[in-house]
T-cell receptor
């Protein structure tokens, strides 16, 4: 399995500010993803973090609101920009490891964000 | 769009019983399925996966069954323990395109 850490683990922010979440994987992985999970709900994919190129965003998510970086094969950041209370959620980093049909996907512990 | 859903949002069992959590998926092109366990305050934990070229796979106390004909996935937990209490999510995807679509989740509660 992959060990994935996220920082910060939780934060309380004021509306209009931005927060950058860091994700570190213990070894190189093929793909990294960012998900959002509203309290009591399932996971929704925000974007795929591509190494060395712009992230691929899902419908309803845009780069201006959720800029993502992935400078190497073990690290990624997600920024939640110009936050509003609706951005209060759990943000989860995920990494996919393996090749040739033997891949599987693991998750970090999440970052719990409350926007006031 | 594609979706993955669960038949039972909550499941309560007695310790020692076997548990079965069900999941329906709609994308017939999906060829990779995963079950995750999420405990309160934690990220999803990988339990077991199965590829579409299989219909059954067993792990430690868990078995995943895949019925591609009716697009149905199930997770069986043998001798359920209080530590198994959590939310269980199924997810579907493709080994070629990477991203997963998650189901709504089932809350499993195990009573001692």
């Amino acid at each position: 399995s992959a060990v994935i850490s996220q920082k910060p683990s939780r934060d309380i922010c004021q509306r209009g500010t931005s927060l950058t979440i860091q994700c570190q994987v213990d070894s190189q992985v093929t793909m990294m993803f960012w998900y959002r999970q509203q309290p009591g709900q399932s996971l929704t994919l925000i974007a795929t973090a591509n190494q060395g190129s712009e992230a691929t965003y899902e419908s309803g998510f845009v780069i201006d609101k959720f800029p993502i970086s992935r400078p190497n094969l073990t690290f990624s950041t997600l920024t939640v920009s110009n936050m509003s209370p609706e951005d209060s959620s759990i943000y989860l980093c995920s990494a996919r490891r393996g090749t040739g049909g033997r891949e599987t996907q693991y998750f970090g512990p999440g970052t719990r964000l409350l926007v006031l | 769009g594609e979706s993955v859903g669960l038949h039972l949002p909550t499941l309560s069992v007695q310790e020692g019983d076997n548990s079965i959590i069900n999941c329906a998926y709609s994308n017939s092109a999906s060829d990779y399925f995963i079950w995750y366990k999420q405990e309160s305050g934690k990220g999803p934990q990988f339990i077991i996966d199965i590829r579409s070229n299989m219909d059954k796979r067993q792990g430690q106390r868990v078995t995943v069954l895949l019925n591609k004909t009716v697009k149905h996935l199930s997770l069986q937990i043998a001798a359920t323990q209080p530590g198994d209490s959590a939310v269980y999510f199924c997810a579907e995807g493709g080994t070629s395109y990477g991203k997963l679509t998650f189901g709504q989740g089932t809350i499993l509660t195990v009573h001692p």
